[in-house]
């Protein structure tokens, strides 16, 4: 990367990935806004459901999440296939457009880890989703991410490597990284974010605490407090041709 592109950090969220065809996770057909026959999404989403409940908690997130795992990127994750990235996305295609040092700040659903106590060193490891056998999903699933006796067991079985409403932002993740990368930023654009979670918010502080400048890119974007800030209501395939 150029040094023009390091100095801009660009931190997007769902909105970018929804032209390739991946639902935003709080619009009608969202994430967040479909759960399970007895289960909020936000109660699903959690480590504590995947421990007590594993076969509702994989079902659940195959049928929201890996089933995106084969559509592509669209021109947005092309534009920003050099640029300094942070994404709050899982569906890995910034890779997939090219991009070899973004940070996927929430995980990514091709890759899975040993079940571990948050903060512990582990490897990521591809998803063997091609292996899923529709049929018999559940015990399919059970094999891929050795769960045995219907609960996951800690430095044996796998776990979806994406961070859970109940977890918390460990190296595993690159926190430390992308924070350096906010406070080293001398511009901050945001691209199809709700600013609802917590990376954002840090970002956020960053910006104000440096006293830099913000673009936001947005259909509908959330006013900020911070004299700094240029509104951009548009789709971020809009944004880029500017």
Request: aromatic fraction near 12%.
């Amino acid at each position: 990367m150029s040094n023009s592109v390091n100095d801009t950090l660009y931190i997007t969220g769902a909105g970018v990935s929804s032209e390739s065809g991946i639902p935003t996770f709080r619009g009608e057909d969202g994430f967040w806004t479909i759960g399970s026959n007895n289960y909020t999404p936000m109660e699903m989403a959690t480590r504590a459901m995947y421990e007590s409940n594993p076969a509702q908690f994989i079902s659940w997130y195959y049928h929201r999440f890996a089933t995106y795992r084969n559509h592509g990127p669209n021109e947005v994750h092309h534009w920003l296939s050099d640029k300094n990235l942070i994404t709050q996305n899982i569906d890995g295609l910034d890779g997939k457009a090219g991009n070899k040092d973004y940070i996927a700040i929430h995980g990514r659903l091709d890759q899975m880890t040993l079940f571990h106590l948050q903060g512990d060193e582990v490897e990521c490891i591809t998803t063997p989703w091609d292996k899923v056998d529709e049929t018999n999903l559940v015990e399919s699933l059970f094999d891929i991410f050795k769960i045995s006796n219907n609960k996951p067991t800690l430095n044996h079985s796998f776990k979806p490597y994406v961070l859970l409403f109940d977890e918390f932002y460990t190296e595993l993740y690159r926190i430390s990284e992308a924070q350096q990368r906010m406070y080293s930023a001398d511009k901050m654009v945001f691209i199809g974010t709700s600013f609802s979670v917590n990376i954002t918010q840090m970002a956020l502080r960053a910006a104000i605490t440096n006293g830099i400048e913000i673009d936001i890119v947005d259909p509908d974007p959330i006013e900020i407090s911070y004299n700094k800030v240029n509104y951009h209501k548009m789709k971020a395939s809009e944004y880029i041709k500017l």
